[in-house]
C-alpha cells in the first residue's frame, strides 16, 4: 500500500507563497502519475496540477498557470507544489493523489487509487 503524506500547508497573506511537500512511501518514479489536488469549504475537488513523474510532463488547471508549480525529487520520493502569489481564492484543503488507473484522467479525483491525508492553506486578503 503507498503512502503519501503531506506537508507545508500554512496561514498567508494574499500575493505570499508557500511550498507543499509530499512524501512517497515508494520512489515517484514508480508512480508515474502524480497530482495535487485542492477542495475550499462547499466546493468539490478541484484538479490543480499533474505531473508525469518519469517525463516531467506537467498539466495546470488555468487558475493556476502562471503561479504554481510542480516538481519532484526524485531522491526523496518527494513531489512539491510552489505556489506564488497567492490569492484568497486559494484558500483550500490540499491533497496529493497518485496512482492513476489506467485510461485515467489527471484531473478526475475518482480515477487515483492513493491519496494523502492533505495540508490546509488558508490565504487571507
Known amino acids: 500500500q503507498v503512502q503519501l503524506v503531506e506537508s507545508g500547508g500554512d496561514s498567508v497573506q494574499g500575493g505570499g507563497s508557500l511550498r507543499l511537500s509530499c512524501a512517497a512511501s515508494?520512489?515517484?518514479?514508480?508512480?508515474?502519475?502524480m497530482a495535487w489536488f485542492r477542495q475550499a469549504p462547499g466546493k468539490g475537488r478541484e484538479a490543480v496540477a499533474y505531473?508525469?513523474?518519469?517525463?516531467?510532463?506537467?498539466y495546470y488547471a488555468a487558475s493556476v498557470k502562471g503561479r504554481f508549480t510542480i516538481t519532484q525529487d526524485g531522491a526523496k520520493n518527494t513531489l512539491y507544489l510552489q505556489m506564488n502569489s497567492l490569492q484568497p481564492e486559494d484558500t483550500a484543503f490540499y491533497s496529493c493523489?497518485?496512482?492513476?488507473?489506467?485510461?485515467?484522467?489527471?484531473?478526475?479525483?475518482?480515477?487515483?487509487?492513493?491519496w494523502g491525508q492533505g495540508t490546509q492553506v488558508t490565504v487571507s486578503s
Open positions: 493523489a497518485a496512482g492513476l488507473v489506467f485510461g485515467g484522467r489527471w484531473n478526475f479525483s475518482s480515477d487515483y487509487k492513493y
Open positions: 515508494t520512489s515517484t518514479y514508480s508512480l508515474v502519475h
Open positions: 505531473m508525469h513523474t518519469r517525463g516531467d510532463f506537467t
